[in-house]
């Protein structure tokens, strides 16, 4: 059975920081890219970022140089690492899994507010 469960999301002021974890089981993790997706109530659900097999990286515009995101094959885990955040990445963030197939976690709630 396949599983990617999100942890890390959570209440945080603007400016502030948190560690996304997604933590994959059924999976040979090492071989698929991994995403980053969030969506906001009433939007569509966007890209934020990816990390291939290899550990190249790809971010979207509106978080570059503010998120950041890593894996760790031995743990089967990919992070998200979100700094100076802003009101608008207030969102619920999924975890994706993508090779010969598509997994997706249940999602983890990050608002941003003070």
């Known amino acids: 059975q396949v599983q990617l469960v999100e942890s890390g999301g959570g209440l945080v002021q603007p400016g502030g920081s948190l560690t996304l974890s997604c933590a994959a089981s059924g999976i040979r993790f090492s071989i698929y890219t991994m995403y980053w997706y969030r969506q906001a109530p009433g939007t569509q659900r966007d890209l934020v970022a990816a990390?291939?097999?290899?550990?190249?990286?790809n971010y979207a515009d509106s978080v570059k140089g503010r998120f950041t995101i890593s894996r760790d094959n031995a743990k089967n885990t990919v992070y998200l690492q979100v700094n100076s955040l802003k009101p608008e990445d207030t969102a619920v963030y999924y975890c994706?899994?993508?090779?010969?197939?598509?997994?997706w976690g249940q999602g983890t709630q990050v608002t941003v507010s003070s």
């Open positions: 994706n899994a993508r090779n010969m197939f598509n997994y």
């Open positions: 990390i291939t097999n290899g550990g190249s990286t």
